[in-house]
């Protein structure tokens, strides 16, 4: 009951500005986007409703595999084999690397700004030559053989030949993933309707909050490549550390969507018991750290927890040695907590990973107003620290450098820093209307350049493992199992109310007690039903 | 009833009859101390015991904690060479740099890696140099480790956080090196906040908060058992780490050698007493005892409550006492606004309002910083806690 009415008594967030309904089919006829990964389907504007009349949000334009690059293009973007440089929103131009390199601390700094390591481009193409014609009808496409692919990636692409060669996204896996029924083994294939799913359920939950039925959420609109292709990168017994904007990490350790929607909407399934806002998601099973409002906590926890894996090792030095990871954004690197973080890690020499979001915004706060120096990387050779800055939107890339991140910290007995450049194509959260401080163009311009599932897209269409029908149908199960998954938990009950006073405390000390009969009678009293 | 417009021995006779009601009826009285299942020492059966001050006691607890949890570390500022007060002494030797180690200066820093290595199943023993210094831990502490367990629906926990902090007056500290914390924890739901008077009292006790599947501060009294006006004196600039140490090691007590805990949030009544009751926590037992003692010289018999727990406190204990007495006087160092004792007075009030023969007195710091030569005007010494016994008396009869 408390729960159920506070849900109602939440104001929902006027949605004023860009993303109205008025101007949804402006930006519509304005975007050549396929339309499925459009704004105009983030979640912004397509009130998703039960009936079926409502025009299904994961409609597929068909658009010709020709046209597809011009799609893309539609705006001057440039488009060669191997840029030099990119920008991202906010930040200066950066250069472009093709060469994974940890930058250790007995190395010299980059000069200037650190270049970002990316594989993929907007296009879908790995950095170099395109793959020739004879190679896309390799017969690549049939099978779906993920060795065959990484095969014939490596070969084609030298320079890349050992990340793709190491990369466990191209590799097939040992155990059966049970949410992919017909490619159970294909990891490249589950990263890439993970990030769908995510997406679908991001959308759904959204407009779920805008009609009211849930208080609160958080969208990774953008983002999706960097959560799933650093997921895929860690050990399950990796701790994770997150922030509030990671759900596709806990997504690729197998939480399901009934646990997501359980969660958001307080049901007496969700595993914290109906105490925090949505999506404050946490599971033990999976390693994965309730997440907390308070921002940049998590990074000394994880230093703690990674020193505790250290001694684990040490105790018993055949055990495989796992490290923690934390997943911060740029806004959280300002705070004080960061800095006691990376000190700490650093001097205690503990293996873990520091993963900063850049997405552009803290909330309102562009990184112009959040830091003066070169992003967030620049400033791990002053702690003493690894680090590497990567395309965050290029999923390929972030995996790579997630996996020698790790190999460096496993290795070294030392902590690394990672800064994905990304753009947070939606609001901060529902709570937030981002069209207050930022043009609706800048939006469209970074989304059309930078959707990470986009590009995703676009590689997989090269060898026709992907297409319009394939995708379509994709998104269509994704969308229908969140809704059942949305629809189940919207009609379970509440946690228990003795909930409430338990997991204070280990055991409940005697006021607490005292207190829980107080409210107990209070209810009995005045007949109100919890 | 207007208990005020009530003439004050028709007052007296209906507060006889309540309270004999009432001694069955409140439901303080029903639940059992949070710690129940640990019994008070049987100190007579433990065996030898040595003669240690505060830090030694402390020191004591660290290498028996060390030594039975084999995932237990201990950490902190300038830990790795024994502390500033020492209490970590040999202790790097004997278990090893992974186990016993320095961090950078920054006391969140020290307290969110309490919680994360706790989190992942160990036994996190972090030291704040001074309790005055906890301040930038607070987020750690108030929103994250205290409110770990509850978060998660417990699937998460960091039981295994203790944080130490030495707190309270020590003669020179002036602001900074001076004051008592207590109170600004204890609000906090999900935190244990504990107090020991003395060595004996502070081993056990620390190595229950070690264990506690809570997490624990553990606020060491600088000075315990001491007389602290002649160091008022004292240059404090030149031998500032000196002297805490000597008044740490000023006070010693003979201190079991084995391996005991006393149960937290349970009060530990010192002296047994029939006219009054007085409650304290920490180095200021010291002072109420000299209190009580220049009291039972007129005549009058306090009962002596040592708290210990502040955090759930043992308001059951402090209530059949005051059933006993009739009067409760609270009394600590930190300022008196908020302090701890307005919670314990609003709570008796409730419970035994009329028991009370007498309104209940609270003998506290006043409401100022700690200025450094005003310290001895400052404390609630043993005179302010005579007059303040006298005049309950006075009014009660």
Not at chain 1, 27 to 32: A, D, F, G, P, Y
Not at chain 1, 133 to 148: A, G, T
Not at chain 1, 225 to 249: C, H, M, N, T
Not at chain 1, 453 to 466: S, T
């Amino acid at each position: 009951m408390i729960v159920r009415s506070l849900k109602r008594l939440t104001p929902r967030t006027a949605s004023s500005g860009i993303f109205s309904i008025e101007n949804a089919s402006q930006e519509r006829s304005m975007s050549t986007v396929p339309l499925h990964l459009s704004r105009a389907n983030n979640g912004m504007v397509n009130v998703l409703v039960k009936s079926t009349k409502v025009p299904r949000p994961a409609t597929i334009v068909p658009v010709k595999k020709s046209k597809k690059i011009e799609t893309l293009t539609s705006r001057p973007v440039q488009r060669e084999a191997m840029p030099s440089h990119i920008s991202y929103v906010g930040n200066e131009k950066m250069p472009i690397t093709s060469n994974l390199k940890i930058v250790t601390p007995k190395d010299d700094t980059p000069r200037g700004i650190w270049p970002v390591f990316r594989m993929m481009d907007e296009n879908g193409q790995l950095r170099g030559e395109a793959l020739p014609p004879s190679i896309h009808s390799n017969d690549l496409s049939s099978e779906r053989d993920l060795d065959n692919l990484r095969n014939v990636l490596a070969s084609h692409h030298p320079h890349f030949a050992s990340e793709i060669h190491s990369s466990s996204l191209l590799h097939t896996s040992a155990h059966e993933y049970p949410d992919m029924p017909l490619h159970p083994h294909n990891t490249l294939l589950r990263a890439h309707r993970q990030m769908i799913r995510l997406r679908k359920m991001d959308t759904i939950l959204h407009n779920a909050q805008r009609q009211g039925r849930i208080s609160f959420y958080m969208t990774h609109h953008g983002e999706e490549g960097l959560l799933i292709g650093s997921a895929s990168a860690l050990s399950p017994k990796d701790f994770v550390f997150a922030q509030y904007r990671e759900a596709g990490v806990l997504m690729w350790r197998s939480f399901t969507l009934d646990q997501f929607c359980n969660q958001c909407f307080s049901t007496d399934l969700d595993l914290g018991k109906g105490k925090q806002m949505p999506v404050h998601y946490g599971s033990r099973a999976l390693n994965y750290q309730t997440v907390s409002s308070p921002l940049g906590t998590q990074l000394t926890q994880a230093v703690g927890a990674g020193y505790k894996l250290k001694l684990d090792c040490q105790k018993s030095p055949g055990k495989e040695q796992a490290v923690s990871i934390a997943y911060f954004g740029d806004g959280a690197a300002s705070s004080v907590d960061f800095h006691s973080a990376c000190n700490f890690a650093a001097t205690l020499k503990v293996p873990m990973i520091f993963f900063c979001r850049n997405n552009g915004y803290a909330i309102s706060t562009p990184v112009k107003d959040q830091y003066a120096g070169d992003g967030i990387i620049s400033r791990a050779p002053g702690y003493g620290m690894a680090g590497i800055r990567v395309d965050g939107n290029d999923i390929f890339a972030v995996h790579a450098a997630v996996q020698a991140a790790r190999a460096y910290a496993v290795e070294n007995d030392a902590p690394v820093m990672i800064e994905a450049m990304t753009y947070r194509q939606g609001h901060h959260s529902t709570s937030d209307d981002s069209s207050r401080y930022r043009d609706a163009e800048e939006v469209q311009n970074a989304t059309d350049v930078s959707d990470p599932i986009v590009r995703l897209d676009l590689f997989l269409r090269q060898f026709d493992w992907m297409d319009d029908s394939i995708a379509m149908s994709i998104e269509d199960e994704e969308r229908v199992a969140v809704l059942r998954a949305m629809e189940a938990a919207e009609s379970r009950p509440d946690p228990d109310i003795r909930h409430m006073f338990e997991d204070v405390y280990h055991e409940k000390p005697p006021h607490l007690i005292k207190q829980e009969e107080v409210l107990m009678q209070h209810l009995k009293k005045h007949n109100i039903k919890y | 009833m207007l208990l005020s417009k009530v003439p004050l021995h028709s007052r007296r006779i209906a507060a006889n009859q309540i309270r004999s009601n009432a001694r069955t009826s409140s439901t303080l009285l029903e639940p059992t101390a949070y710690s129940s299942s640990n019994p008070e020492p049987p100190y007579a059966t433990l065996g030898s015991t040595t003669k240690l001050n505060l830090f030694s006691a402390v020191n004591s607890a660290l290498k028996t904690a060390l030594e039975t949890d084999p995932t237990a570390i201990l950490f902190g500022e300038d830990i790795a060479f024994g502390g500033v007060f020492r209490c970590s002494q040999g202790l790097r030797d004997e278990f090893g740099e992974g186990r016993v180690f320095n961090t950078p200066l920054s006391e969140n820093g020290i307290a969110g890696m309490a919680v994360g290595y706790a989190s992942a199943g160990g036994t996190a023993i972090g030291e704040i140099q001074f309790g005055d210094y906890i301040f930038p831990a607070m987020d750690q502490i108030v929103n994250e480790m205290a409110k770990f367990r509850f978060r998660s629906g417990n699937q998460w926990n960091c039981g295994g956080v203790t944080l130490r902090a030495p707190c309270g007056a020590v003669g020179h500290g002036g602001l900074y090196h001076s004051q008592s914390p207590e109170a600004y924890l204890a609000h906090t739901p999900g935190l244990v906040v504990v107090m020991p008077r003395g060595p004996r009292c502070a081993k056990g006790l620390l190595l229950s908060s070690i264990r506690s599947k809570d997490p624990v501060v553990f606020l060491e009294p600088k000075v315990t058992f001491t007389n602290v006006s002649i160091w008022l004196r004292l240059s404090y600039s030149h031998l500032r780490c000196f002297i805490f140490q000597i008044l740490y090691r000023s006070a010693v007590e003979e201190v079991p050698d084995a391996d005991y805990e006393i149960p937290l949030g349970k009060a530990e009544v010192m002296r047994e007493g029939t006219d009054v009751t007085i409650v304290g926590w920490g180095a200021q037992l010291r002072t109420l005892e000299t209190a009580c003692d220049l009291a039972a010289k007129e005549g009058i018999s306090c009962e002596l409550i040592d708290l210990r727990t502040i955090l759930p406190w043992d308001s059951k204990t402090i209530l059949e006492s005051v059933m006993k007495t009739g009067k409760l006087i609270v009394s600590h160092e930190a300022p008196i606004t908020c302090g701890f004792g307005a919670e314990i007075v609003a709570t008796m009030q409730q419970e035994c309002f009329f028991c009370l023969e007498a309104p209940i007195q609270r003998v506290c710091g006043y409401d100022t910083p700690f200025g450094l030569v005003y310290e001895k005007y400052y404390l609630p010494d043993e005179k302010k806690n005579l007059d303040a016994i006298r005049k309950v008396m006075e009014l009660s009869r």
